[in-house]
């Protein structure tokens, strides 16, 4: 098939999938195709970068890109907008988030001993975009299914495309390593550790959403829809395969075993069992990994080798160059002038700009403080998670397993940078004000009023079916 062809075919595909989605929400916002657009672009190529700019020298890591600028600064400002005509209280949303507040608070404070301010300055104000976004998802009237709606569009959008320009345009789809020629698929990334962070969460929703309705497959829409979703979890599987990311691959193994655990009836009703267990997993990774030094017996075990593909090399180069070990070098600094051209020239292991570790690349940026303050983040998150379970909430499982499995992405690449990785665990993981919560039951009951409910008939589902509150998924009893 010639590849305008087989563009012009994926383009007619998309098209008929977004317009005859069996699993389209009907009631679903406009401006939920904000934090998609925005979102695919992480999860893909700056703006830029598909019109031929960019680039990874130093000069343009550090300058940016006028266009970028522009399309996130539009996206800024509708999302603005959007806060704004939905009254979101942004004062008790960061009260909630207490960690994360502390983390970005300190994140912008780090300009002022930055060796670079005003691109710390740029990247922060660029991430708080991102934040804007996301806070478009958690205001939505229906929350639980915003979050479905912007994760099933990106992987709509980007996972087929990412197939299409692997076979078609092998020039975009895939790239060759500057030092050993060995060529590798991207797909509509920037390089295949990306392309398996795509895969990998679009897998483990589609592995969610499958399990979740798999008891009413005998409706005629539910088979529709587990049929898209069994297309989408073979195709996430396919590009995990061909991208050859082994931390994305023993993430996605990961994360299914902890969505099966928690949406088990057993293992649901000792609740005390499942919170524990969970983060045990990753506390006895790291007690073997580093205080046994079985690191390179664990890499080994999944087919990788006992340097984690020059992982332990990296690791060891970054911590000879003796950063600030208090407060790093400030937000998204260290890659940036001397110090990059210091490793390109002297570490012997490419061209790379990232730390392949996320606790590390926290300790370099913000050091031990930063580090405190996102194990912070991570221990909010997962109260957030557990108290999901009492009452039991849809979006629990795929909660569960974006936590666990960005702790163990983290441990081989930077899963706290501001990306596709880190905007689906927030959306996952944040706590809604109760200001939110309260809207989101008065969109319940004016739904279940306009099927044609009076108000009594209502009340008194509302005591027969305890079920109602399931449409609460950020329901928080703190």
Same mark, same amino acid.
């Given at each position: 098939?010639?590849?305008?062809?087989?563009?012009?075919?994926?383009?007619?595909?998309?098209?008929?999938?977004?317009?005859?989605?069996?699993?389209?929400?009907?009631?679903?916002?406009?401006?939920?195709?904000?934090?998609?657009? $925005?979102?695919?672009?992480?999860?893909?190529?700056? #703006?830029?970068?598909?019109?031929?700019?960019?680039?990874?020298?130093?000069?343009?890591?550090?300058?940016? *890109? @006028?266009?970028?600028?522009?399309?996130?600064?539009?996206?800024?400002?509708?999302?603005?907008?959007?806060?704004?005509?939905?009254?979101?209280?942004?004062?008790?949303?960061?009260?909630?988030?207490?960690?994360?507040?502390?983390? /970005?608070?300190?994140?912008?404070?780090?300009?002022?001993?930055?060796?670079? @301010?005003?691109?710390?300055?740029?990247?922060?104000?660029? +991430?708080?975009?991102?934040?804007?976004?996301?806070?478009? /998802?958690?205001?939505?009237?229906?929350?639980?299914?915003?979050?479905?709606? /912007?994760?099933?569009?990106?992987?709509?959008?980007?996972?087929?495309? *990412?197939?299409?320009?692997?076979?078609?345009?092998?020039?975009?789809?895939?790239?060759?390593?500057?030092?050993?020629?060995?060529?590798?698929?991207?797909?509509?990334?920037?390089?295949?550790?990306?392309?398996?962070?795509?895969?990998?969460?679009?897998?483990?929703?589609? !592995?969610?959403?499958?399990?979740?309705?798999? @008891?009413?497959?005998?409706?005629?829409?539910?088979?529709?829809?587990?049929? !898209?979703?069994?297309?989408?979890?073979?195709?996430?599987?396919?590009?995990?395969?061909?991208?050859?990311?082994?931390?994305?691959?023993?993430?996605?193994?990961?994360?299914?075993?902890?969505?099966?655990?928690?949406?088990?009836?057993?293992?649901?009703?000792?609740?005390?069992?499942?919170?524990?267990?969970? @983060?045990?997993?990753?506390?006895?990774? !790291?007690?073997?990994?580093?205080?046994?030094?079985?690191?390179?017996?664990?890499?080994?075990?999944?087919?990788?080798?006992? *340097?984690?593909? +020059?992982?332990?090399?990296?690791?060891?180069?970054?911590?000879?160059?003796?950063?600030?070990?208090?407060?790093?070098?400030?937000?998204?600094?260290?890659?940036?002038? #001397?110090?990059?051209?210091?490793?390109?020239?002297?570490?012997?292991?490419?061209?790379?700009?990232?730390?392949?570790?996320?606790?590390?690349?926290?300790?370099?940026?913000?050091?031990?403080?930063? &580090?405190?303050?996102?194990?912070?983040?991570?221990?909010?998150?997962?109260?957030?998670?557990?108290?999901?379970?009492?009452?039991?909430?849809?979006?629990?499982?795929?909660?569960?397993?974006?936590?666990?499995?960005?702790?163990?992405?983290?441990?081989?690449?930077?899963?706290?940078?501001?990306?596709?990785?880190?905007?689906?665990?927030?959306?996952?993981?944040?706590?809604?004000?109760?200001?939110?919560?309260?809207?989101?039951?008065?969109?319940?009951?004016?739904?279940?009023?306009?099927?044609?409910?009076?108000?009594?008939?209502?009340?008194?589902? &509302?005591?027969?079916?305890?079920?109602?509150?399931?449409?609460?998924? $950020?329901?928080?009893?703190?």
């Amino acid at each position: 098939m010639p590849p305008f062809v087989a563009l012009i075919l994926w383009l007619v595909c998309l098209i008929l999938l977004f317009r005859f989605d069996p699993a389209r929400e009907p009631r679903s916002s406009l401006a939920l195709w904000i934090p998609v657009i $925005w979102m695919s672009l992480l999860g893909s190529k700056n #703006p830029s970068a598909w019109f031929g700019g960019g680039g990874s020298t130093v000069q343009s890591l550090e300058e940016g *890109s @006028p266009l970028d600028r522009v399309i996130y600064l539009l996206l800024m400002g509708l999302a603005i907008w959007v806060l704004q005509s939905r009254s979101f209280k942004l004062g008790p949303f960061l009260m909630r988030n207490a960690a994360l507040t502390v983390f /970005v608070s300190f994140a912008l404070l780090s300009a002022s001993w930055s060796d670079f @301010p005003l691109t710390c300055l740029k990247r922060w104000f660029r +991430d708080m975009g991102g934040y804007l976004v996301i806070l478009v /998802v958690l205001s939505d009237p229906r929350p639980r299914e915003a979050v479905g709606v /912007v994760i099933r569009r990106i992987s709509y959008l980007l996972i087929p495309l *990412s197939i299409m320009l692997d076979k078609y345009f092998p020039g975009i789809g895939r790239s060759f390593d500057p030092w050993t020629g060995i060529g590798f698929y991207q797909g509509v990334t920037t390089g295949k550790n990306l392309l398996g962070s795509l895969a990998l969460i679009s897998g483990l929703y589609f !592995v969610c959403d499958t399990i979740a309705r798999w @008891p009413e497959r005998k409706q005629k829409r539910i088979k529709r829809i587990l049929f !898209v979703n069994g297309a989408f979890v073979a195709m996430s599987v396919s590009l995990l395969q061909e991208a050859k990311s082994t931390t994305s691959q023993v993430c996605f193994g990961i994360g299914c075993m902890v969505i099966a655990a928690v949406q088990s009836k057993k293992l649901r009703r000792r609740s005390m069992l499942l919170k524990t267990m969970i @983060p045990a997993m990753f506390c006895l990774y !790291v007690v073997l990994a580093f205080m046994f030094n079985q690191l390179g017996s664990m890499a080994q075990a999944v087919g990788k080798d006992p *340097s984690l593909t +020059d992982r332990t090399k990296i690791w060891s180069f970054l911590l000879s160059m003796h950063t600030n070990p208090i407060i790093g070098t400030g937000y998204q600094s260290f890659w940036l002038g #001397p110090r990059l051209e210091m490793f390109w020239s002297e570490a012997g292991l490419g061209h790379i700009n990232e730390a392949h570790n996320g606790f590390l690349e926290i300790y370099l940026e913000l050091g031990l403080i930063g &580090v405190i303050i996102i194990v912070m983040v991570l221990i909010g998150g997962y109260r957030n998670i557990c108290r999901r379970l009492s009452p039991f909430s849809s979006i629990a499982p795929l909660s569960f397993a974006i936590w666990i499995t960005l702790l163990f992405y983290s441990m081989a690449e930077a899963g706290f940078e501001f990306g596709l990785f880190w905007c689906v665990f927030l959306m996952t993981n944040l706590a809604v004000p109760r200001f939110e919560e309260r809207r989101v039951r008065n969109a319940t009951i004016a739904g279940h009023l306009d099927r044609g409910k009076s108000l009594g008939e209502f009340s008194g589902a &509302v005591m027969m079916d305890r079920n109602l509150q399931l449409d609460l998924p $950020w329901r928080d009893r703190a």
